[in-house]
Every structure is written in structure tokens, then in C-alpha cells.
């Protein structure tokens, strides 16, 4: 199917900035939709922000501070992250959907993956 590969979390002091990245991987695959959902220890995963045909959408905690992008050429999804606060602190997971093809003779079929997360630690 398509594999993910995020990067770019760490630690970062409150109002500094990170810029993860999410690679797709795999062979005649179509994405429809990238996101990025976070989740912190205790609580359900949320999601962050979602681009799909060049719109995009946020959460209204970010709104004004991440910005979504992707690069269609190299599958790839960024999330810069602005002005960070303590309670943006969480695992970071890449999401994909879209459509994939076992040959190129079959029909396409849908996929959903997740990427293994990335960690984002913001110190007071």
C-alpha cells in the first residue's frame, strides 16, 4: 500500500517554531487527502489540519499559527508550526487517503494509512 514517514519534531521553547514533514511512499497510488492529527498523553487523537484539492482546513487552537502545504511532486506534506504553546505538545501523525492499484491491470482500491507519529515537546 503507501508507507508514511514523518519527521522534524523535537523540543522547542514556548513561541518557537517546528516544521514536520510527511513523506508517502509505495507504488501506483493516488492521494486524495493529507492531514496531520496530534494526540496527547490522556486524550483522544484531534485532528490538526487537512488539505485535499488545495483547500484547507485547521483547527481553530492553530488557526493563525500552522500552516498546512504540500508538494504533490514528492508526496509530501509539511506543518509548519508557528508560535507554539505547551499544549500543542503531542505525538504529530501523518495521514493519508486516497487510491492505490495492486498491478496495472487491477482496479484501484482505497487506502487510509498513518504514519508511525513524531513527537512535539514545547517547555514553558
Known amino acids: 500500500q503507501v508507507k508514511l514517514v514523518e519527521s522534524g519534531g523535537g523540543l522547542v521553547q514556548a513561541g518557537g517554531s517546528l516544521r514536520l514533514s510527511c513523506v508517502a511512499s509505495?507504488?501506483?497510488?493516488?492521494?486524495?487527502?493529507m492531514g496531520w492529527y496530534r494526540q496527547a498523553p490522556g486524550k483522544q487523537r484531534e485532528l490538526v489540519a487537512i488539505?485535499?484539492?488545495?483547500?484547507?482546513n485547521y483547527a481553530d487552537s492553530v488557526k493563525g499559527r500552522f500552516t498546512i502545504s504540500k508538494d504533490n511532486a514528492k508526496n509530501t506534506v509539511y506543518l509548519q508550526m508557528n508560535s507554539l504553546k505547551p499544549k500543542d505538545a503531542a505525538v504529530y501523525y501523518c495521514n493519508a487517503e486516497g487510491s492505490y492499484r495492486r498491478t496495472a491491470d487491477s482496479w484501484p482500491e482505497v487506502f487510509a494509512s498513518w504514519g508511525q507519529g513524531t513527537q512535539v515537546t514545547v517547555s514553558s
Open positions: 509505495g507504488s501506483m497510488f493516488r492521494i486524495n487527502t
Open positions: 488539505t485535499k484539492d488545495g483547500s484547507t
